[in-house]
């Protein structure tokens, strides 16, 4: 996925089989106008709508606001595991007309952002033609059937492709991740010192300790969101987290959503796959 980025200028996604983003290459969206969509309600929702569009196949491009995602179905034996998505690029003159509409439209509905940082952001992305967006979008094809070869070969991957002291860190934190639980404390049972394991962890998963703890906690959160109907400060608590606001904040950079906007938006998808 970290090649993407360098190859074409646009942000690599994984996403799960519900479309929630589960990684992204680079950790966060590198591209101002994609980073400005996040930055309020109204775009934020902009963004959402075009990839569930796009997901769902109701139109073959989803152009609203000007910008280009491409995305690839993953599907093991009939069943869709995920979605491999490059966002996202411009093209001509009709992209640019429809990313002034899209402002304007969304002016009227209250947003913030003014022309002049909107158009400057737009200008950021990638300038491809049709012909260089279906090019990627083979390219991004032939990666995913690449990478799907190689885990239908190897469903149950050896426990031995990590280390045996990184296997044991994240078995800690699989297991004691609900409470407090800090790098040196780890490192002090596992008989190392913290910045071995540190150095260890961070080279065999391409993970910070942190990052792979936060991980674990937002995924625990995840489960809960979707299968309860328990209040999110309680689920956030249970998971790990010991402020709501702190697991805001990770699950947001984690997800690229709300805990809430995730709950409705799974169990939206969950009733169209049911």
């Known amino acids: 996925m970290a090649r993407f980025p360098l ?5 690599c996604y994984f996403l799960d089989s519900l479309g929630n983003v589960s990684l992204t290459a680079p950790r966060q969206p590198a591209n101002p106008f994609i980073r400005l969509l996040h930055t309020q309600e109204e775009t934020r929702r902009l963004l959402q709508k075009n990839r569930q569009a796009l997901l769902a196949g109701d139109v073959a491009e989803v152009n609203d606001g000007g910008y280009h995602e491409l995305v690839y179905r993953l599907t093991l034996e009939t069943e869709t595991i ?13 992209d640019r007309q429809a990313t002034r509409q899209t402002w304007v439209r969304l002016a009227g509905q209250g947003s913030g952002i003014s022309w ?39 469903l149950h991957p050896e426990p031995q492709t990590l280390p ?19 790098l040196k404390a ?12 540190s150095r260890l962890f ?8 942190r990052e792979y703890l936060a991980e674990t906690r937002v995924e625990t959160a995840c489960e809960a969101l979707v299968h309860s109907a328990r209040p999110i400060a309680e689920i956030a608590h249970e998971a790990g987290f010991a402020t709501l606001s702190r697991f805001n904040r990770c699950f947001r950079t984690h997800r690229d959503m709300t805990p809430r906007d995730w ?5 939206r998808q969950g009733r169209t796959g049911s």
């Open 7 to 11: 190859l074409c200028g646009m942000d």
């Open 82 to 94: 995920g979605y491999l998505m490059l966002s996202a690029a411009r093209g001509d003159d009709r």
């Open 116 to 154: 002049s940082a909107w158009s400057k952001c737009w200008l950021t992305l990638p300038e491809q033609t049709a012909e260089q967006r279906e090019a990627w979008r083979h390219t991004l094809a032939l990666y995913a059937h690449e990478a799907l070869r190689q885990l239908e070969t190897d």
């Open 164 to 182: 045996a002291l990184v296997r044991r860190a994240c078995v800690h934190i699989r297991q004691r991740h609900t409470g407090p639980l800090h």
């Open 186 to 197: 780890v490192a002090r049972e596992l008989g190392v010192s913290a910045e071995h394991l």
């Open 202 to 209: 961070h080279q065999s998963t391409g993970l910070r300790f």
């Open 263 to 267: 709950r409705k938006r799974s169990r």
